[in-house]
């Protein structure tokens, strides 16, 4: 069974989503309902998901902001955008931020099903795959991820570059990461990143928002909880706390 997570400011939209998704009798799930970008990425975070159903035109964070937070973090989720027939500029920048699809309001039971008939299509097509790859391929593939991590500016590594650099794809990769390695890929680069922080807190003068930059936040409050989450101190009271 698949999970979704379903975003949109209008919750008759959303009810009438779930709705419909239940009625297509699919291996489909709707787990959860947002009504703003902001919303969702703080549930993402916390929560797995294999599909995303957002719109574009949201109050507080509209959905290609929260795309582009979404693909920040390296999360191994599929999303498919909802728009209207004069935003197509929207969903043309939506799919060159990795979108999956996207359906057209008023959203028609068909489209609906033909677009989810598809998601489930190809996410067997990558099982299958993964499946072929793991019988033969070498475990030595980590060991060049590992060495691609090393070798890469920590603001710069992400799933989907180091699944490139091993010819594999992002989904196969993240578990046999895990699998070797005992850890998710985001998990442990965030410690990495976090350890660098720490580094760059004690030995230099540079503001937390370019700390944030170099290591590959966009979202300093993200980057900020992120850090207090792991070392008990938000970065401007570990830098105090180093300098006592």
Known sequence: MKNILLVDDERWVRTALKWTINKLNLPIHVDHECQNG???LDWIKQNNVDLVITDIRMPIMDGLTFIKQVRDLDLNVDI???????EFQFVQDAMRKGVTDYLLKPIDDEDLKKCLGNWLKK????QIDSRN???SFPLSTIDKVLQYIQETPLGEINLKEAAKKVHVNPSYLSQLFKQQVKRNFVDYLTELRMEEAKKILKTSTLRISEIAERLGYSDIAYFSNTFK???SFSPSEFRK???E
């Open 133 to 135: 790859v793991e019988e």
């Open 80 to 86: 498919i955008v909802i728009s209207v027939h004069d």
């Open 229 to 231: 989450r792991m070392t």
């Open 38 to 40: 902001l919303e969702a």
């Open 241 to 243: 706390v180093k300098d």
């Open 123 to 126: 996410g067997m097509e990558i």
